[in-house]
């Protein structure tokens, strides 16, 4: 991967000419001002993962601190993803369903100050998301996302006893620094139109972007984008506004950085596992800015910040309180030796994986009777190479939605068709992963169960998620109740999905 040069490079850079400088005070302004902009992004888990070792964001806090310390113009920033999707969504606290509480109040103690939309905001429900909103105390930029409200297109906003705060399309932050040196920073902030909730309305980022930096690069030192959209988005971004002082995104999870052009783009590892500092350095008197960037690895070396920690630990005791009352022990292991289970959704949405193999196995033991097992890419959220041991909790961050086991007698030509579906469905949730007894001849076209063409007049027994019976998956509308080829669904739910996997493990 291209990107694995680049990660040698900025480390190296940074380890060179951009190692923490503490920025005193001079005696007259001196025309330079330097701002640090402290990065994370796509963070769906607020304590740390394997084992402590990484995330979690009592560390993000800690580096927030230290760069704070160095200079006080730093600004911690969350470019998306972060409400959902989450292992506490499906749980519930003092009677409500929690859908992002957790987090927001972990930002909040972290010291989070800027924040944009990305597409799994859009996940929960509209007064779900506007609670989330008005709880937290970090400024959110939306450029070109919207609020859909009786009947209206209006800027989302933050609601209180005293009135509205809507959410600005830009933001234009003054600052000073010890000796006096002030500059003007525009921040846009882009989100992908991936999520088309009934909630939400997008314009065209890209257009958005090129008129509010029309707007603002007259009127200050430099503009960044804070951005959740694809890399190649970035760089046409990059591209179209070569201006632009520094695009600091997220949405691939996998870490990035690249030089498009002058422009520099970064994306953190997912889980707050590594931060990104972007740092400028503006000169005044010769109007030029420069973009340092440094790569944190959030791991044991960093401490944990104990006030938000403490935070981190309530509602980790929440959530196991919650687990437990569903028949979960979250800190239990069930898998103690072994390769690192890969649930990287680049991997698991265009082919099978060694945990994608596990789930399936699970499901095909707890369901001996059936011929064929199907399970759904889109089922499985953990988006991560999870390390040994593996616990109960770690089942259920890779499967957050649960839901149960299905049994269903359907006809081979419903079986055709799903099992045609999935070559098309590849690189979305809608891949499917089926048991070793299916296989597929490409010289002949032929879909095989247990080395036996598929006859299309024969009733096959199948195994699946729940989910997959709605016709809720994408382009799996055809999957549910009412479609002629579904013979018959068994009454009574075999399992938990999760249970079935812990169970498959301890046993293993």
């Known amino acids: 991967m291209k990107n694995i040069f680049w990660f040698a490079v900025v480390i190296l850079f940074a380890a060179s000419s951009c190692n923490p400088v503490r920025y005193s005070a001079a005696e007259t302004d001196d025309g330079i001002i330097r701002i640090n902009f402290v990065q994370v992004n796509d963070v769906y888990e607020i304590a740390p993962l394997a084992a402590g070792k990484e995330g979690g964001l009592a560390r993000v806090a800690t580096i927030k601190k230290k760069y704070l310390d160095l200079n006080p113009n730093t600004f911690l920033l969350m470019a998306g993803d972060f409400v959902s999707p989450s292992v506490y969504n499906s749980l519930k606290y003092q009677g409500k369903a929690i859908r992002g509480k957790q987090m927001i109040e972990a930002m909040n103690a972290a010291g989070f100050d800027l ?94 972007a090129k008129i509010l930096y029309e707007r603002l690069k007259d009127s200050t030192d430099a503009v960044v984008a804070i951005t959740h959209q694809s890399m190649e988005e970035d760089e046409m971004l990059a591209k179209e506004i070569p201006g632009l002082a520094a695009i600091m995104g997220g949405h691939e999870h996998d870490q990035r950085f690249e030089k498009a052009g002058n422009v520099t783009i970064t994306k953190a590892m997912a889980n707050a596992k590594s931060a990104f500092i972007v740092t400028l350095t503006i000169n005044k008197n010769k109007h030029k800015v420069k973009v340092f960037t440094k790569l944190e690895t959030l791991d044991e070396n960093i401490v944990l910040d104990s006030a938000c920690n403490a935070v981190v630990e309530r509602w980790v005791n929440i959530a196991e309180n919650n687990y437990a009352s569903l028949g979960f022990d979250a800190r239990k292991i069930v898998l103690n030796n072994g390769e690192p289970l890969d649930g ?40 991560d190479i999870m390390q040994i041991p593996v616990t109960q909790y770690d089942i259920i961050r890779t499967l957050p939605f649960g839901g149960s086991i299905r049994e269903v007698d359907m006809k081979g030509s419903l079986l055709l068709q799903i099992f045609e579906q999935r070559s098309k469905n590849k690189g979305i949730g809608g891949y499917l992963h089926f048991n070793e007894a299916v296989s597929f001849d490409a010289g002949s076209h032929v879909w095989n169960v247990e080395n036996i063409p598929v006859d299309s007049l024969k009733t096959y027994r199948v195994a699946l998620p729940d989910f997959l019976l709605t016709g809720g998956e994408s382009n799996l509308g055809f999957l549910k109740p009412g479609n002629s080829g579904i013979v018959n669904v068994l009454p009574d739910p075999v399992s938990d999905i999760r249970l079935a996997v812990i169970k498959y493990l301890e046993k293993k």
């Not at 705060?165 to 003007?184: E, H, N, W």
């Not at 991997?347 to 059936?370: H, S």
Request: aromatic fraction near 8%.
């Open 115 to 208: 924040a944009i939309f990305g597409n799994h905001e859009f996940d929960i429900k509209e007064s779900e998301l506007q609670e989330r909103i008005n709880e937290s105390r970090f400024q959110w930029i939306a450029s070109n996302t919207y609020h859909k409200q009786n009947g209206q297109i209006i800027p989302f906003a933050k609601t209180s006893t005293t009135g509205n705060d809507p959410f600005p399309v830009s933001l234009i932050k003054t600052i000073t620094d010890a000796d006096g040196t002030v500059a003007r920073i525009g921040i846009i902030g882009l989100t992908i139109p991936f999520n088309k909730a009934g909630y939400v309305s997008y314009t065209d980022a890209l257009t958005a």
């Open 344 to 383: 990287r959704e680049t991997e698991i949405r265009n082919g099978p994986t060694n945990l994608t193999k596990l789930i399936v196995a699970a499901i095909a033991k707890a369901v001996p009777t059936a011929s064929v097992v199907i399970m759904n890419a889109g089922s499985i959220r953990v988006d």
